[in-house]
């Protein structure tokens, strides 16, 4: 069997495959059920508004003002410059560049000595585009979990500090002084963007643009509001600590509960790989076919990505979003 009808197998079966991940996968992994949820719970009163519901007029239009102008602010899109930034990299948007495509010319020089010219171009392509932004997005989510499992402690420091009569930015100066990463830099950054001129509530704000995290956007809310409209501080933080503690609770548990599920993924995941190992092993002109003969080329092609499919469709039934 001739190349090029390899190739137009393999360009098939990528297609066959994408069209699958886009139209289906929402609906098998209950993405769909969850936005509809999301959508469902953010159409509600918020809890702020409904706090402030007994208080005067004007102090409930600066909560519901501040609140808009926050869910503005979020939503814009990520830029490039943001997720290096929130994977705790220094890197600038030419530096990534060079780097990827340093990472794809050197796949595509080892690859295209032992494979040809299209397999070659296909993992130069995966290992300029695809490899550099699943490492942002890995370290993104490490750096996330860092700075959830140390958040509430920093809330609680914050909140002790308050009572004890200092100001909320002495108070976010001890963070930044004495707390861990990446706690420590991203408090730091909030004190340096209120010397410069910029208002605390909204300075603290921002702290979900780095962080995008829920837990982040609670404790820039919390400080907005109360910059803007007033209030007890300590006792909405101390309220927040509170929140943020059984979240993370709930998380650990949510975990535990699916670590069953993760561990089949796991096996199955690991079942093709390792019988082909064994069989090579014992048999290894029986099974050489596979890379030795245009057949069964064609096969190993569609198996692999069937393969990676299969994979990604049960990393996203394990995973869960709350």
């Known amino acids: 069997m001739k190349m090029q009808t390899l190739a137009l197998f393999f360009l098939a079966t990528i297609t066959v495959g994408g069209v699958a991940w886009v139209f289906l996968l929402p609906y098998l992994s209950g993405e769909k059920n969850m936005e509809k949820r999301k959508a469902s719970v953010a159409a509600k009163e918020p809890v702020a508004v409904r706090v402030a519901r007994g208080a005067q007029k004007s102090r409930r239009e ?15 899109k990520v830029t490039l410059a943001m997720r290096i930034a929130q994977a705790g990299l220094t890197w600038s948007n030419r530096q990534f560049y060079i780097i990827a495509s340093c990472l794809g010319a050197f796949v595509f020089a080892v690859v295209i000595g032992t494979f040809g010219l299209l397999p070659a171009i296909g993992f130069g392509f995966a290992a300029a585009f695809g490899v550099p932004f699943w490492l942002l997005s890995y370290l993104k989510k490490r750096r996330e979990n860092k700075f959830l499992h140390n958040f509430p402690d920093a809330v609680d420091v914050i909140t002790r500090g308050i009572k004890a009569g200092l100001p909320l930015l002495d108070s976010l100066k001890m963070i930044a002084s004495e707390g861990q990463e990446p706690l420590k830099s991203e408090f730091r950054t909030i004190i340096e963007t209120q010397t ?52 993370k609770k709930m998380k650990a548990k949510i975990q535990a509960m699916s670590m069953e599920a993760k561990a089949s993924a796991m096996i199955i995941g690991a079942l093709p790989p390792a019988v082909m190992l064994l069989v090579y092993i014992t048999s290894p002109d029986y099974i050489s076919l596979l890379w030795t003969h245009p057949m069964g080329q064609m096969m190993m092609a569609g198996c692999v990505m069937w393969m990676f499919m299969g994979c990604m469709v049960m990393k996203k039934m394990i995973n869960f979003d709350f």
């Open 196 to 247: 410069v001129g910029i208002p605390l509530g909204e300075a603290c704000a921002k702290l979900f643009e780095r962080m995008p995290l829920a837990e982040a956007n609670f404790f820039g809310i919390v400080i907005a509001i109360q910059q803007k409209a007033g209030g007890n501080l300590s006792e909405a933080l101390g309220n927040l600590s509170k929140v943020l503690r059984d979240r």
């Open 62 to 76: 600066q909560v519901e003002s501040t609140l808009k102008q926050i869910d503005v602010k979020n939503s814009k």
